[in-house]
């Protein structure tokens, strides 16, 4: 079965430092990937995504990820945060059209 | 392209009572999607529709739950006798089946409480 794990449920960091928010999913299928922000009481919306080719992927607000196959991992980085990026962050497989999501992990800005 | 849409944005209810939501996709999606959230987690694939046919439904929707897409354009969620283990977040999704069109866009979500 699919499974998407994020290995933080929430991590600190300072404004204007660089923040990586691990991922990694299991599949025996070959998966597409993504990564949406959900900020307070608000929908999901799409950061980025991987369906094929380059495995650096560049999203929006700066962010952008990696996939690497051999370590089934989709870490989702940005170099300098702000205020603004507080919020929960969840990673996702696209299998059978379904997406199954990780459990989140919510981004702490700090002063 | 005004996005997905969701009414209503709250729900507060009496356990045992019936509740109905309404999702509108984007208008060129065919393929319409329902998931659950609940606090701290991230949201559970309930249900899908290929325009009016509902293609999967997942073991969390108990019978109680139905969906409906009855034109092949906005759905429905309906819950019957809500339990308070019912309280979440329901989120709808569309996206354009066909290659290169895996990205499923999300509506803001009914928040359901019951009481």
């Known amino acids: 079965a699919q499974s998407v794990t994020q290995l933080d449920s929430q991590v600190p960091v300072f404004e204007e430092a660089p923040v990586e928010l691990r991922c990694n999913y299991s599949s025996s299928v070959s998966v597409y990937l993504f990564w949406y922000v959900q900020y307070p009481n608000q929908g999901l919306q799409l950061l980025l995504k991987y369906l094929s080719g380059s495995t650096l992927v560049k999203g929006i607000n700066g962010f952008e990820a990696e996939f690497n196959k051999s370590q089934t991992s989709f870490h989702l980085r940005k170099p300098s945060v702000h205020i603004s990026d507080t919020a929960e962050y969840f990673c996702?497989?696209?299998?059978?059209?379904?997406?199954?999501f990780g459990k989140g992990t919510r981004l702490h800005i700090l002063p | 392209d005004t996005g997905v849409s969701q009414n209503p944005r709250h729900k507060i209810t009496k356990r045992g009572q019936n509740v109905t939501f309404r999702c509108d996709p984007i208008s060129e999606h065919n393929r319409l999607y329902w998931y659950r959230q609940t606090l701290g987690q991230g949201p559970e694939f309930l249900t899908y529709?290929?325009?009016?046919?509902?293609?999967?439904k997942s073991r969390l929707l108990s019978d109680r739950f139905s969906a409906e897409r009855p034109k092949g354009s906005f759905s429905t969620l309906e819950i019957q006798r809500t339990e308070q283990g019912d309280s979440a977040m329901y989120l709808c999704?569309?996206?354009?089946?066909?290659?290169?069109?895996?990205?499923?866009?999300f509506g803001p979500g009914t928040r359901l409480l019951v009481l």
């Open positions: 996702a497989v696209s299998v059978d059209d379904k997406i199954i």
């Open positions: 529709f290929q325009n009016e046919a509902q293609l999967e």
């Open positions: 999704a569309s996206r354009q089946s066909g290659g290169g069109r895996e990205t499923q866009y």
